[in-house]
Structure formats: structure tokens, C-alpha cells
């Protein structure tokens, strides 16, 4: 994927939307958000909550939640150094819908599977 998929334009549109809708309508991206709505986690913190997210997949999601103001980075001076993400007063805004979207999917996923397989057992004709 490139680098201009993964970032939102800075182009300002009359109807926002859109733009916030690509920007945290990612699967990874409300993943990131609502894990870190939890609190603060380092980078391999992340990469273990979020199942299937490859490194790079988390690496460009952070970078460009961070670009965006809903995600911060801090370098810690350990030795090593650590890296801690966590999100915004902008991202906490839009956490408890986003939490609220979760566990609505959580809870309706039987119901979509069924309502697939209904659907695909149908017979097609016109």
C-alpha cells in the first residue's frame, strides 16, 4: 500500500465527512483507537492486541493517526528507548462511539453470518 493511500488530503472539502469517514473508517485505524482508549501502549503492545495487523500495516495506521492529531508518539530515553502511543483529546471524542461501533459488531456478527448464508443458499433467477 502506498503512502498516498494511507493519509487523508489536506484538501478542505464543504462536507467533512468523507474525509473523516477514510481517515477512521480503517479497520486497523478504530482498532488502534479503541485500544488505546485504554490507556497508553508501546508499538509491540499494540501488534499483540490487534489480531492479524502486520508491522508495517500498524506502523502506517500510527503514523498517520498521528499526522492526524488523534494519536501522539513519545520516545522515552530508556535504555533502549521506548516508544509510547496514545491518543488525543480529538481521538477521545470520537472513542466512545467507536467503542460503542465494536460492540455492536461484536455482538452482531452471528447475525451478519447468518444473513449471508440465507442470502447465498437463495436460489438466482431472474
Not at 501488534?47 to 493517526?65: C, V
Amino acid at each position: 500500500m502506498s503512502q498516498r493511500n494511507t493519509v487523508v488530503t489536506d484538501q478542505v472539502t464543504d462536507c467533512p465527512l468523507p474525509e473523516v469517514l477514510r481517515l477512521i473508517g480503517d479497520k486497523w485505524c478504530i482498532q488502534i483507537l479503541v485500544e488505546l482508549g485504554a490507556g497508553p501502549r508501546r508499538f509491540t503492545q499494540l501488534e499483540r492486541a490487534i489480531e492479524g495487523i502486520s508491522r508495517r500495516m500498524l506502523t502506517l495506521n500510527l503514523r498517520n493517526l498521528e499526522r492526524n492529531g488523534l494519536v501522539t508518539r513519545t520516545v522515552h530515553p530508556d535504555a533502549p528507548p521506548s516508544v509510547e502511543y496514545a491518543i488525543t483529546p480529538l481521538a477521545e471524542d470520537v472513542r466512545e462511539p467507536l467503542e460503542l461501533l465494536a460492540e455492536w459488531a461484536r455482538r452482531a456478527t452471528p447475525a451478519l453470518i447468518a444473513a449471508r448464508q440465507e442470502y447465498d443458499a437463495r436460489p438466482r433467477g431472474l
